[in-house]
């Protein structure tokens, strides 16, 4: 006759054991957003390559005619007009396959040479992507080292960084005031202040050297 411990065992053995599901990985939906977008990069760049190597093909350009330069008007565009103009067409010789320069309209997107005052309405990413070599008057990202305050701000990073002297010890005093934040009026405050304290340094300077 079975014992109420036999009755116990036998309920443990029959006892079918505990799964543990590990824990279910919430998705994150940045990590979806970031991965959509990274698919829509990619896109483009295949779609940018693929008509890339489409132009090469459509749009050879003829050895023997002259390469087209489009000039807007500004910062000294007189001068570069005249260079150009004076080159003007030639027979080409041995030594040299293209007989000069001939000016386009604006709105042509197969030029060779265009220079712009400024560098807004230039797409860098279809620059020389037509099967001929292009050259634009700007450096992508030039505005770094083109404007008075990122020049101030990248050469201050770099001393900062590889922990040199003083930024001041190389280039002037200088203050960026940014007008897009909220305290600017404090700024141009502080930058008044300091302007008078250099013009009393100045003036004392001048009377000193005068007593002399």
Known sequence: MPTPNDAINALLVQKKPIKHFPPRKMVNPFDEAQQEQEKILQARRDALLKYSEISKNRFK??????????IRPGNNSMLLSRVFVESGRHEP???????????????????????????????YDLISKHGIKQIVS?????????????????????????????????????????????????????FLQINKMIDRVIQRKQSFENDL
């Open 61 to 70: 350009r003829d050895e023997t005619a002259p390469l087209r330069y489009i």
């Open 93 to 123: 010789s041995a030594n040299e396959a293209c007989p000069g320069w001939e000016p386009c309209g604006e709105d042509v997107s197969l030029f060779n040479f265009k220079w712009k005052p400024v560098s807004s309405g230039i797409n």
């Open 138 to 190: 700007h450096m992508q990202g030039h505005h770094e080292l083109t404007t008075k305050d990122n020049l101030f701000l990248n050469l201050k990073q770099y001393y900062e960084s590889q922990k040199l002297a003083s930024i001041f010890d190389v280039v002037p005093l200088t203050f960026v005031l940014d007008y897009m934040k909220d305290n600017v009026g404090e700024q141009v405050q502080q």
